[in-house]
C-alpha cells in the first residue's frame, strides 16, 4: 500500500501534514506516522477525511482540543490523538487494499453553528463550499 502526499493549496492559514507518502504491506499498520499541525491561535478542531479513487471525501472523525471524535464506520480501524489546538497523529490499523487513498487533515474553529457540520459522515454537510470557508487542508496519500 503506498500513501502519497498531494498537492493542495496553502496560504497564511494552513495546517501543515507529514510525512509525503507512507508506502506499508497489506496487515501492517501506520502508527500515528501522518503528523497534522497548524499554530492558528483561534482553531481547536483537527478534522481526518479520506478520499477515495473518485474524489469522495469521507469524514473519519475530528480531534476537539484532547477529545476525539471517531465515526463509527472507522472506529477500531483508525485512531488519533493530539490537541485539536495543535497537532494530531492519525493511526491506521492493519492496513489492506481499501486504505489506499488521500487522506485529509483539516483545521478548524469550533462553534455551535457549524458542529452539526463537524458531526457528520455524510457529504452534503461537508461540502466543498464548507471546506473552502471553513477549514485549511492539506493531503497525503497512502
Known amino acids: 500500500i ?11 492559514k494552513s495546517a501543515n501534514q507529514t510525512p509525503p507518502s507512507i ?7 501506520v502508527q500515528s506516522e501522518f503528523k497534522c499541525s ?4 483561534s482553531y481547536d478542531v ?3 477525511y479520506k478520499q477515495d479513487e473518485k474524489g469522495v471525501l469521507q469524514l473519519l472523525g475530528y480531534l476537539n ?5 471517531i465515526e463509527d464506520d ?3 480501524k483508525i485512531s488519533f490523538d493530539g490537541n485539536g489546538r495543535k497537532h494530531s497523529n492519525l493511526t491506521i490499523s492493519n492496513v489492506s487494499v481499501t486504505d489506499s487513498a488521500v487522506y485529509f487533515c483539516a483545521a478548524s474553529q469550533h462553534s455551535t453553528t457549524d458542529s452539526t457540520k463537524v458531526n457528520t459522515k455524510t457529504s452534503p454537510n461537508v461540502s466543498d463550499r464548507f471546506i473552502s470557508e471553513h477549514l485549511q487542508p492539506v493531503c497525503n496519500q497512502i
Do not use: M, Q
Open 2 to 12: 503506498f500513501f502519497r502526499k498531494n498537492k493542495c493549496a496553502s496560504d497564511t
Open 23 to 29: 508506502i506499508k504491506r497489506i496487515g501492517e499498520s
Open 38 to 41: 497548524h499554530s492558528i491561535p
Open 46 to 48: 483537527i478534522l481526518w
Open 65 to 69: 482540543v484532547e477529545y476525539p471524535n
Open 74 to 76: 472507522v472506529k477500531g
